[in-house]
């Protein structure tokens, strides 16, 4: 037990390790080069010059800390979905909120042309923001109504896909009776970014954020205790229907918000879960909860990192998590193929 725990912390410092490095690698790499040297005198000295003060403030700083939070946040949701559905490939898009935020960004993107008044005027600014949000809250209040009178857990996962096929389909209407320009703009936010998040709008961003990873610290007990069922669960004192209630909100909270302010971005929610029970060798989340917050922080700077690679274009961020998430999904799929999960 005190090699195991030994173990764990040693993989939890190299790690934190890792993280610290991508952090510090978002925070240098760019078309603009930044040293160490201008990094440390704009936090501890502000000596730094204009340009490099601006480029820091406004460019680097919101992109590392958008891609820690949304990181840690879809990570952190994809673990609550599996452990609540008992489903290894559930992510933190199950319930369709990814789906309502996608129609919500296509509707104000392709659908505004259509109304015979102007908005783009007034919430021109946080238009995209705000249409995605609406359009996962939408959702999140209809899965809540039927929630109150659904007891099964299935039948909920299959109201969240018949959600996303129904917003699918409006998508396309929408796709094929819009514009070159008009289609290139949903595209883009499609592919997700973690370079979307002012440096205004961080604080609300990480606050939010943060509000809903510390809430998931808080289920530690009762996560553990729905890995026995729901009836080992019942009689130890848990109340199932409350959880659903909690994990809910806190999938929509964290994925949600995600959504709205980067896109719709993939793979993390599910292959992160997966990747920290394979390393750290455990099911309890006193450790998955920590460690998928540490591992999807890592990943997300990784991918970051990688699209900013060349100076002339940025890579698609999906792209990128996608040539990583899809090899090792496929070879968890392979490997766990006899297993109750996949019967």
């Known amino acids: 037990m005190v090699k195991l725990r030994n173990k764990r912390t040693l993989l939890f410092a190299l790690f934190g390790i890792i993280f610290l490095c991508l952090s510090l690698c978002v925070l240098l790499r760019g078309p603009i080069k930044i040293s160490l040297h201008q990094l440390f005198s704009h936090f501890f000295n502000n000596l730094s010059e204009p340009l490099i003060t601006d480029v820091i403030r406004e ?3 919101p992109k590392t800390l958008t891609a820690i939070f949304a990181g840690a946040s879809l990570a952190t ?7 609540f559905f008992q489903n290894p490939l559930a992510g933190p898009f199950i319930l369709g909120i990814q789906s309502g935020s996608s129609l919500g ?13 102007e908005l783009t005027s007034i919430f021109h600014k946080f238009g995209i923001t705000f249409s995605a949000m609406s359009g996962g809250l939408l959702i999140l209040i209809i899965l809540f109504l039927f929630s109150l009178k659904i007891k099964g857990k299935l039948i909920l996962l299959i109201f969240g896909l018949l959600f996303s096929y129904i917003s699918s389909g409006l998508i396309n209407i929408l796709s094929l009776l819009s514009e070159a320009n008009e289609l290139k703009n949903f595209f883009l936010w499609s592919q997700g970014s973690f370079q979307r998040v002012s440096f ?15 809430s998931s610290l808080t289920l530690i007990r009762p996560l553990n205790l729905m890995l026995l069922g729901d009836n080992y669960a019942r009689s130890s004192g848990l109340s199932p229907e409350k959880m659903k ?3 809910i909100i806190l999938t929509a909270i964290l994925a949600g918000l995600v959504t709205s302010f980067c896109g719709p971005v993939a793979f993390l929610g599910v292959l992160v879960p997966h990747m ?3 390393i750290f060798g455990t099911g309890d989340h006193k450790v998955l909860i920590p460690s998928v917050m540490l591992i999807g922080a890592s990943l997300a700077l990784f991918s970051e990192l990688i699209s900013s690679l ?18 090792v999904l496929f070879v968890f799929l392979w490997r766990g193929r006899k297993s109750e999960a996949f019967q």
Not at 105 to 117: D, E, S, T, Y
Not at 310 to 327: E, K, M, R
């Open 200 to 214: 205004n709008e961080l604080p609300m961003f990480c606050t939010i954020s943060l509000f809903g990873l510390l």
């Open 310 to 327: 060349s100076d002339q274009v940025t890579l698609p961020l999906n792209a990128i998590l996608g040539l990583i998430g899809i090899p």
């Open 77 to 83: 949701s994809g673990l609550l979905m599996q452990t």
């Open 59 to 61: 460019i680097r700083v």
């Open 276 to 278: 920290a029970r394979k």
């Open 105 to 117: 960004v296509a509707l104000w993107v392709l659908g505004l042309k259509f109304l015979p008044f």
């Open 245 to 247: 209630f909690l994990l």
